[in-house]
């Protein structure tokens, strides 16, 4: 089992890693809450405000715009730096309470503006999902 959570950590990381090459996002995070016990002292299971979780469960497609101190941000490397986000909310089919938040960050203003497309940046938030339901407890 040791082992097996291992190797699911190092593939939480290396898909973050992997946003940040192929599509070229200098920051990628995510937050994940309700994660079973194995899991519970993880980097993606930091704790989360409720007013975050409130933020994410309101989200019916994913926010791209400025950096307005959302406390997301804050959990991205280099947070002072980043001036625009996209927050995909991570939620189960059908679910209306999301489990987590995946976070891109730039500090480049106008990389995610509120008038961009959100199709493609659902369906990643989808598939996070349907990958990272396997961590909740």
Known sequence: HRVDRRQ???CIRDRTTGLQ???SVPHV???LWGVSEEFAHTWFAAPVSADSRLF???LTTPFCGSNNDFEAASWLEDAPTI???ALLPLRLDGAAEAFGLLV???PDAHRFTSDMA???LTNIGQTASAA???MLD
Request: aromatic share 8%.
């Open 118 to 120: 959100t199709d493609f």
């Open 83 to 85: 001036q625009s986000v």
């Open 132 to 134: 990272l339901s396997s």
């Open 21 to 23: 090459d192929v599509f």
């Open 104 to 106: 891109l960050g730039s």
């Open 29 to 31: 995070t995510l937050r």
């Open 8 to 10: 699911r950590q190092m």
């Open 56 to 58: 994410s469960n309101g």
